[in-house]
């Protein structure tokens, strides 16, 4: 935790100093600007190059994932400013790293000289990372100067979704035949030179890069190197399609522990790999775009984005809202001669609404992880629904109780602390049955279930609430 820690305050520190350094400049070739002198205009260059020059030395100092966090801490013209001191060969790993927001505003900002430049320092399953946010003519000639064999590729994992196994594979792959020795196979190994990143295993393929089975490093080393790699190799190896779904692929990774795995075609045929760092980066993508979904973001946003960038990403769900809070505040308006009759009433019901809300959106969030991690089906919803409205029935009678008693004491009225434990456990139950219901329907019309859950199923409670706790008090207390 300590180096962790470090870590981020060494971060912080050069993304400080960037900004001094930038400020410095900015107020150094402000003062030299205004300064009347003979040559002003070859002094004015040469102070403009060393100031740049410490500030380059910073950039190149640092890890590319560094120079794309301070990328992204900095407003759009100091950013363009600190990506134009970038060194060339490292443009297109920081163009990796960026956020989706930050990278569109960089590229904005390129040539198509500097965009193939920045392309051509990648790797083809990188590529097709970065392809997307690539201008259509610039793609083009990129695919034009790739081979045969790595255009394939790149239109092979292009034409996947982002949700596909095929879109996080990589096709950097060590093969060996299974007629060889362990021993050929450690000499192949080490004529290599370089093995890929996160290679813990060896594909074992035939003449037709048909996979056999697969040798784990850690096979090769313990076991006689007069062996024959089919004698040692494992040919229960967990296997993916480029066709399969990501989010299932990162599930096996951690249920049984893999490093690398093999992805094969119809045929089984040997096409890429998986790489643990794919499936991590995966990870975190869905975790942040399911955070924007619940707060009601459709995109990932630049801190600096403009105005109206900013208002087009937030409005959708803002409009719903504004839908669910007139429907909430029609439902107040049909009861206002009880309000009128009973004070008492106005200053209740937002309690009423609240925590059904919130019991609701701990029921959703429970179904959502659940289907997230397939243990949600059809076979246990009877006993999930039961048991949400056992639980809610339960929180219901014991915190409605509570209520009850304060609003007994509060306004001298039993019956109406009665009401109020008989509408809270009513919302209760209802907040149960939507918090369960909601994510399912939007999973069964292939909806994100995390996408505005959050908002449908307080807008229900609200709503609910308020008819409820007003109707039952209309009834009995009027």
Do not use: C
């Not at 935790?1 to 001094?20: G, R």
């Not at 030395?57 to 950013?79: C, F, W």
């Not at 229900?460 to 009027?478: C, E, M, Q, R, Y």
Request: charge should be negative.
């Amino acid at each position: 935790m300590a180096d962790i820690q470090e870590s981020k305050e060494s971060l912080s520190e050069s993304l400080q100093q960037v900004i001094s350094l930038l400020e410095k400049h900015k107020l150094i070739e402000g003062l030299v600007h205004k300064q009347e002198m003979a040559k002003h205009d070859l002094v004015e260059s040469i102070v403009h190059k060393q100031n740049l020059s410490e500030l380059q030395k910073k950039l190149d100092l640092l890890h590319t994932a560094d120079v794309a966090y301070i990328l992204e801490a900095l407003p759009l013209e100091q950013r363009l400013d600190v990506w134009e001191l970038v060194k060339v060969e490292r443009d297109g790993d920081i163009l990796l790293e960026v956020s989706d927001a930050v990278r569109q505003t960089l590229i904005a900002d390129m040539d198509t000289d500097e965009l193939l430049a920045a392309a051509e320092q990648l790797d083809t399953d990188e590529l097709a990372d970065l392809a997307p946010d690539l201008p259509k003519d610039v793609l083009q000639e990129l695919l034009d100067s790739l081979d045969t064999q790595n255009r394939a590729r790149l239109q092979s994992a292009l034409s996947y979704s982002e949700d596909a196994v095929g879109a996080i594979m990589d096709f950097d792959i060590v093969t060996i035949r299974e007629d060889i020795t362990l021993e050929v196979a450690l000499r192949y190994m080490r004529r290599l030179g370089v093995l890929p990143d996160h290679t813990d295993k060896l594909f074992v393929v035939d003449r037709d890069d048909i996979l056999l089975g697969v040798l784990p490093l850690k096979r090769l080393v313990v076991n006689d190197l007069a062996a024959n790699v089919s004698d040692v190799m494992a040919i229960d190896a967990v296997v993916f399609h480029p066709q399969d779904i990501a989010d299932e692929a990162a599930k096996a990774f951690e249920r049984y522990d893999l490093v690398t795995a093999p992805v094969v075609d119809n045929n089984n045929k040997l096409v890429g790999r998986v790489t643990v760092d794919a499936v991590m980066d995966f990870i975190r993508d869905e975790t942040e775009s399911d955070m924007l979904s619940m707060a009601g973001l459709r995109e990932e946003e630049d801190f600096f984005a403009s105005v109206w960038k900013s208002v087009q990403n937030r409005w959708a769900w803002l409009a719903i809202n504004l839908v669910t809070a007139i429907v909430a505040s029609r439902v107040i308006g049909l009861f206002e001669g009880s309000i009128e009759k009973i004070v008492a009433l106005a200053a209740l019901m937002p309690i009423v609404a609240g925590i059904g809300g919130n019991s609701g959106n701990q029921t959703t969030t429970m179904i959502v992880r659940g289907l997230a991690l397939g243990q949600v089906a059809s076979h246990n919803m009877q006993s999930l629904i039961t048991k949400e409205l056992g639980v809610a029935l339960f929180n219901g009678l014991i915190w409605g109780g509570v209520l009850a008693v304060i609003a007994s004491v509060i306004y001298s009225n039993y019956h109406l602390g009665l009401v109020m434990m008989a509408a809270m456990t009513l919302n209760l139950l209802l907040a149960a049955i939507m918090g369960v219901m909601i994510p399912l329907i939007m999973n069964k019309f292939g909806r994100d279930p995390a996408v505005g859950s959050s908002v449908l199923i307080t807008a229900v409670t609200d709503s609910g609430g308020f008819f409820i706790f007003l109707g039952l008090a209309t009834i009995f207390l009027i």
